[in-house]
């Protein structure tokens, strides 16, 4: 079954900042933390704030914005896009310059921050810190920024967790297994000098790291730390059979030219 057969989804919204946007953005430059300076932290490469795009890209008439509510039991909704660190006033200015939102209201103001994080060289690649024992770390305090890159380090270190306790060695996932096993090497073995996301083009194993092929890579790890349910992995397992089956005989089967065969080729 598709997923809104099971979980209702409330309707994003897409509009477009414009020149008035734009303009309240650059006679307000001064007073942002972002624009002037004072902030010194190197924020994400991939979600710059609304002062930093109406700068670096001030060719584009207009920038998109995600309007994304926040839940079924409020009005709030969150405007993805719209990052900034501008004053109260400036922020509400820049709202209601949209058509759509002429009318708004904010709610909570958007602000900037500066993270303190842990140097990814005090990190083992079981996620366990080097100089604290049985302390385990994922997510931002890592230097990484995304949903997916804190999900992927949180399971790891979860695990890990769980397997420290139990006495047992860590599961580590090397670059030829998992995305995840690239993203944490990257992280333990290299200088981070900017949010860290996980992109395709950082893995020299991108074409084998596929989704139609991640239960045959990952099932067996899977079934061994306890995630993945004993009738699951036997089906996988059935799968690799079959397959290396039929790689057995593809082997082993020559067809040797004839008029027959030629005759079905053709």
């Keep these: 079954p598709h997923q809104t057969d099971w979980r209702h989804q409330l309707p994003c919204y897409l509009v477009y900042t414009n020149e008035e946007t ?13 624009a002037s300076g004072f902030i010194e932290g190197v924020g994400p490469r991939y979600c710059p704030s609304i002062e930093e795009k109406v700068v670096r890209f001030a060719h584009k008439d207009s920038h998109q914005l995600f309007l994304e509510p926040e839940g079924w039991r409020t009005m709030e909704v969150y405007v993805q896009g719209m990052y900034t660190a501008m004053a109260y006033d400036v922020q509400l200015g820049m709202l209601r310059s949209i058509p759509a939102l002429r009318e708004a209201e904010i709610v909570r103001p958007g602000y900037a921050v500066e993270y303190d994080f842990v140097c990814p060289d005090q990190i083992k690649a079981s996620l366990e810190t080097k100089r604290v024992e ?6 931002q305090i890592n230097c990484t920024s995304g949903y997916e890159e804190a999900a992927a380090q949180g399971i790891i270190a979860g695990i890990n967790a769980a397997r420290k306790v ?11 297994q998992a995305y995840i096993g690239v993203l944490i090497d990257d992280l333990v073995t290299k200088e981070i000098a900017e949010p860290y996301r996980m992109m395709t083009s950082r893995a020299e194993y991108r074409l084998l790291l596929r989704q139609d092929n ?13 995630l993945l349910p004993r009738e699951r992995y036997e089906v996988m397992e059935e799968k690799r059979e079959a397959i290396e089956s039929d790689l057995r005989r593809l082997k082993e089967t020559w067809l040797a030219p004839s008029e027959e065969v030629n005759e079905k080729l053709i």
Excluded: C, M, T, W
């Design 22 to 34: 734009h303009q309240i953005v650059r006679e307000n430059l001064h007073r942002s933390p972002i």
């Design 134 to 139: 049985g302390l385990f770390h994922a997510g």
């Design 166 to 176: 139990q006495g047992k060695e860590p599961i580590i996932l090397r670059r030829d």
């Design 214 to 226: 991640a239960d045959l890579r990952l099932s067996a790890i899977g079934y061994e730390v306890g």
